[in-house]
């Protein structure tokens, strides 16, 4: 397991909810059989579904349990950045709907949706991850940048993980229009954009990080709390893990502490439950590929 | 350990529904009718001589009342329902709780049994000590005793069975689905008690033995591993059949429960929407095989 990641501790997810001493003992005492039945690394079921939103080029929701989120994908030529001149770039930008929890009102959801919006941006930050040179289109002058919005429509624990599930589905689904670069016109290079719609190329997003989880509970950690859970646990991480196994960034969540050797133990188990979350994404996303054109589902459900 | 599915692969909820005729359904702003002569019941409001609806459900007309009985609603109290509820606040002489209602329920100090039984009027010391009773974000089961003017309920916990409500764990339904029975608490044959909330909250627990003195014993101890499997199955059901919309009450609660059973579903596997519609079916089928 080797770790590239950047250390951020940050403040608790979730608002309170409240809970008795009893039920909190009643959790504290599950020994791997958790209030609904679940072993300690077993996630709630998740629906999946991408190319809903027709004017973006690429989107996808993802439902987890109760939490909702939506995501799109525009792809827009700008220049590079300075410092990397041969680089395409991801910018995100995460809106927390007032309708997802009552919380969200007004400018509550803000706080939580930078918190997201950076720690996504860290977890690409690896050159692991997503190879950012296919986004360049002129060497220091044009390049692809990939807004991808992410719209969280409902907030039922766990917003991480449906986040970061639900941009890697959009980032497979994305179509980035092929360019032609015509003669050079003394200066000014000009670009030719394909006349075919679907001559797009797509980008690889297999070693694209998935966020994972992990709540401290007594002397053992959980994947994918519910809010009761989370209120019960003191402390966790989310772990960035890569398609390749490798961790990409780490945060601290909650206000409790966390002793070194747990710390090492659940990046461990984090890294293999994100290994295979990776791996059954990518298989459902295949699957939903070669499926082809069927009737899509949205949200009249 | 982790399950992805397409939203094309989730079967619909509602093919567990009967295929009845639709009823007049309306949605808020829909018209009801022009003619007038009719009374205008809950759900509704009258513009321009015509009775137009406030709320989506459904019509319903006894007589010369119309009212629309909404489809998803706040829990609406009667006298005589047994609640469960959560403390939110202590104030002076009273706690105020949650029990998914409009308003706050209220539940009077003078309400709830003194530690030992004893009868007599409360103190100032009984006023001071009322956090070492009930405090924020404990459970409590309790009866609706009366109504106050602006609709809020008061409750009170007047006997053994009422009271604190010690480990378990609770399922919020809508108040829909709780058919009102002549007891709400059942101890269930499959090792765990359930308390069915009109409000919607539903609490199951270990079994509840009838010498533990109601209210004040808090047993914080470890549930046994049978228990718990117990408890978990319950709440997987309960989950389950408020999903399909099928009513909530210890005969359908068996049914589901005794059908997972059968047909081999692991605690966990409850989870996933095709079980779901399964268990909803399987409980449909076994209420038409009793009614012949």
Same mark, same amino acid.
């Given at each position: 397991?080797?770790?590239?990641?950047?250390? /951020?501790?940050?403040?608790?997810?979730?608002?309170?909810?409240?809970?008795?001493?009893?039920?909190?003992?009643?959790?504290?005492?599950?020994?791997?059989?958790?209030?609904?039945?679940?072993?300690?690394?077993?996630?709630?079921?998740?629906? /999946?579904?991408?190319? /809903?939103?027709?004017?973006?080029?690429?989107?996808?929701?993802?439902? /987890?349990?109760?939490?909702?989120?939506?995501?799109?994908?525009?792809?827009?030529?700008?220049?590079?950045?300075?410092?990397?001149?041969?680089?395409?770039?991801?910018?995100?930008?995460?809106?927390?709907?007032?309708?997802?929890?009552?919380?969200?009102?007004?400018?509550?959801?803000?706080?939580?949706?930078?918190?997201?919006?950076?720690?996504?941006?860290?977890?690409?930050?690896?050159?692991?991850?997503?190879?950012?040179?296919?986004?360049?289109?002129?060497? +220091?002058?044009?390049?692809? *940048?990939?807004?991808?919005?992410?719209?969280?429509?409902?907030?039922? +624990?766990?917003?991480?993980?449906?986040?970061?599930?639900?941009?890697?589905?959009?980032?497979?689904?994305?179509?980035?229009?092929?360019?032609?670069?015509?003669?050079?016109?003394?200066?000014?290079?000009?670009?030719?954009?394909?006349?075919?719609?679907?001559?797009?190329?797509?980008?690889?997003?297999?070693?694209?990080?998935?966020?994972?989880?992990?709540?401290?509970?007594?002397?053992?950690?959980?994947?994918?709390?519910?809010?009761?859970?989370?209120?019960?646990?003191?402390?966790?991480? *989310?772990?960035?893990?890569?398609?390749?196994?490798?961790?990409?960034?780490?945060?601290?969540?909650?206000?409790?502490?966390?002793?070194?050797?747990?710390?090492?133990?659940?990046?461990?188990?984090?890294?293999?439950?994100?290994?295979?979350?990776?791996?059954?994404?990518?298989?459902?996303?295949?699957?939903?590929?070669?499926?082809?054109?069927?009737?899509?589902?949205?949200?009249?459900? | 350990?982790?399950?992805?599915?397409?939203?094309?692969?989730?079967?619909?909820?509602?093919?567990?529904?009967?295929?009845?005729?639709?009823?007049?359904?309306?949605?808020?702003?829909?018209?009801?009718?022009?003619?007038?002569?009719?009374?205008?019941?809950?759900?509704? =409001?009258?513009?321009?001589?015509?009775?137009?609806?406030?709320?989506?459900?459904?019509? &319903?007309?006894?007589?010369? $009342?119309?009212?629309?009985?909404?489809?998803?609603?706040?829990?609406?109290?009667?006298?005589?329902?047994?609640?469960?509820?959560?403390?939110?606040?202590?104030?002076?002489?009273?706690?105020?709780?949650?029990?998914?209602?409009?308003?706050?329920?209220?539940?009077?100090?003078?309400?709830?049994?003194?530690?030992?039984?004893? $009868?007599?009027?409360?103190?100032?010391?009984?006023?001071?000590?009322?956090?070492? =009773?009930?405090?924020?974000?404990?459970?409590?089961?309790?009866?609706?005793?009366?109504?106050?003017?602006?609709?809020?309920?008061?409750?009170?916990?007047?006997?053994?069975? =009422?009271?604190?409500?010690?480990?378990?764990?609770?399922?919020?339904?809508?108040?829909?689905?709780?058919?009102?029975?002549?007891?709400?608490?059942?101890? $269930?044959?499959?090792?765990?008690?359930?308390?069915?909330?009109?409000?919607?909250?539903?609490?199951?627990?270990?079994?509840?033995?009838?010498?533990?003195?109601?209210?004040?014993?808090?047993?914080?101890?470890?549930?046994?591993?049978?228990?718990?499997?117990?408890?978990?199955?319950?709440?997987?059901?309960?989950?389950?059949?408020?999903?399909?919309?099928?009513?909530?009450?210890?005969?359908?609660?068996?049914?589901?429960?005794?059908?997972?059973?059968?047909?081999?579903?692991?605690?966990?596997?409850?989870?996933?929407?095709?079980?779901?519609?399964?268990?909803?079916?399987?409980?449909?089928?076994?209420?038409?095989? &009793?009614?012949?």
């Amino acid at each position: 397991m080797s770790i590239a990641p950047q250390l /951020l501790r940050g403040p608790s997810l979730m608002a309170e909810i409240l809970l008795s001493e009893a039920e909190k003992a009643f959790i504290h005492h599950g020994d791997d059989l958790r209030c609904d039945g679940r072993t300690r690394l077993d996630y709630r079921p998740i629906i /999946l579904e991408t190319g /809903l939103v027709s004017n973006a080029s690429g989107s996808s929701r993802l439902r /987890l349990a109760n939490s909702d989120v939506l995501v799109g994908v525009k792809v827009e030529l700008a220049s590079p950045l300075s410092e990397k001149p041969l680089e395409g770039r991801l910018e995100f930008f995460v809106d927390c709907s007032a309708n997802a929890t009552p919380e969200f009102e007004g400018r509550g959801g803000e706080d939580l949706a930078n918190e997201i919006c950076r720690f996504l941006q860290m977890s690409y930050m690896s050159g692991d991850t997503i190879n950012l040179s296919e986004l360049s289109v002129l060497a +220091g002058q044009q390049c692809w *940048v990939l807004y991808v919005d992410i719209l969280i429509l409902e907030c039922g +624990g766990n917003l991480y993980d449906t986040v970061s599930l639900a941009v890697k589905s959009a980032l497979y689904t994305t179509q980035i229009p092929s360019i032609k670069v015509a003669t050079m016109d003394g200066d000014q290079p000009e670009l030719e954009l394909s006349e075919d719609p679907y001559d797009t190329k797509r980008l690889n997003t297999q070693n694209v990080p998935c966020l994972v989880t992990l709540m401290k509970i007594g002397n053992h950690y959980l994947v994918d709390p519910t809010p009761e859970e989370e209120c019960c646990s003191s402390s966790g991480v *989310v772990v960035a893990v890569s398609g390749s196994k490798k961790i990409t960034a780490v945060r601290k969540i909650g206000s409790g502490s966390l002793h070194p050797e747990s710390l090492v133990s659940m990046l461990k188990t984090a890294s293999e439950v994100g290994a295979v979350v990776n791996k059954i994404l990518m298989k459902k996303l295949l699957e939903e590929e070669t499926a082809g054109k069927t009737q899509k589902v949205g949200f009249m459900r | 350990m982790v399950d992805i599915r397409l939203a094309s692969e989730v079967p619909l909820f509602d093919i567990v529904a009967d295929s009845t005729e639709p009823k007049h359904l309306v949605t808020p702003g829909s018209l009801i009718t022009k003619e007038t002569g009719f009374m205008r019941g809950h759900g509704t =409001y009258m513009q321009d001589d015509c009775l137009y609806a406030s709320v989506a459900g459904v019509v &319903e007309r006894v007589n010369q $009342l119309i009212s629309v009985r909404p489809l998803k609603s706040r829990y609406h109290g009667e006298i005589g329902d047994v609640v469960i509820g959560r403390i939110t606040e202590v104030s002076q002489k009273r706690w105020k709780l949650d029990t998914n209602a409009r308003l706050d329920s209220v539940l009077l100090l003078q309400s709830v049994n003194l530690p030992g039984g004893e $009868l007599r009027r409360r103190s100032a010391e009984d006023e001071l000590s009322m956090r070492q =009773y009930l405090k924020e974000g404990d459970l409590v089961s309790a009866e609706v005793q009366n109504i106050f003017n602006d609709g809020a309920l008061s409750l009170h916990t007047r006997s053994m069975k =009422y009271g604190k409500l010690s480990q378990g764990c609770l399922v919020k339904v809508s108040p829909s689905l709780i058919r009102r029975q002549k007891t709400h608490f059942h101890n $269930l044959p499959c090792g765990a008690s359930i308390i069915m909330g009109n409000n919607g909250f539903v609490w199951i627990c270990p079994t509840l033995h009838e010498d533990v003195a109601g209210g004040f014993v808090q047993n914080l101890e470890t549930v046994p591993h049978a228990d718990r499997q117990a408890i978990s199955r319950l709440r997987n059901c309960v989950t389950a059949l408020a999903q399909c919309k099928m009513m909530i009450y210890d005969t359908s609660i068996m049914h589901a429960y005794d059908a997972s059973i059968n047909a081999g579903f692991e605690i966990k596997d409850l989870l996933l929407p095709d079980k779901i519609t399964e268990i909803a079916l399987m409980v449909r089928k076994q209420f038409e095989m &009793e009614k012949e």
